[in-house]
């Protein structure tokens, strides 16, 4: 923002070089994205309240702090094996991006959290929202019981979910 003293927030850094139409693109992407991640948030909030056999491992749901945004992170579940990630997309496309995304990170050497993807756009129904996501938290969860939390598959096995 001009005349403001904040610091950029992340999205912003790279936005700040682009014409001005570009920004507020960007700028309306990364609210529309947003309003979907609340919406993640507030489904499975109001499953773990009012849910009559809900996980009694699973305890919260947050979005994502800042730093954890950076690492491709929208909401964090809290749950008895710790905290469990959540990536936020809006059609197979762009999961499938993410996905491939993270396989080339990945094996340039870079630490990846364990991350489900669940996609989340106008178009979809809030029980097939929240039974993918419930799907996705137990995956995670299992894997970790399995693996750890800093488990690396091999070369033959993504824990990101592509179905």
């Known amino acids: 923002m001009k005349g403001s ?6 999205w912003e850094r790279g936005v700040a070089s682009l014409g001005r139409n570009d920004q507020l693109m960007h700028q309306a992407r990364a609210e529309v994205g947003r309003r979907r991640e609340v919406r993640l948030v507030e489904l499975l ?3 773990l309240n009012h849910a009559k056999h809900h996980p009694p491992w699973m305890h919260n749901v947050e979005l994502a702090s800042e730093e954890q945004d950076i ?3 929208d909401v964090v579940v809290k749950t008895d094996v710790g905290d469990l990630f959540i990536q ?3 059609s197979e496309r762009f ?3 993410f996905v491939t995304k993270g396989w080339r990170q990945w094996k340039m050497g870079r630490a990846i959290p364990i991350t489900g993807i669940v996609i ?3 178009g979809r129904p809030n029980q097939k929202i929240l039974g993918e996501s419930l799907r996705e938290i137990n995956r995670l969860r299992q894997t970790v019981q399995l693996h750890g939390s800093n ?3 091999g070369r033959t096995a993504m824990p990101w979910s592509t179905s």
Do not use: A
């Open 151 to 153: 488990y690396m598959p």
């Open 5 to 10: 003293n904040r610091p950029l927030r992340h």
């Open 71 to 73: 690492q491709g992170i």
């Open 45 to 47: 909030r109001d499953y």
């Open 95 to 97: 999961r499938y991006m």
């Open 88 to 90: 936020v997309k809006s």
């Open 120 to 122: 989340v756009n106008d």
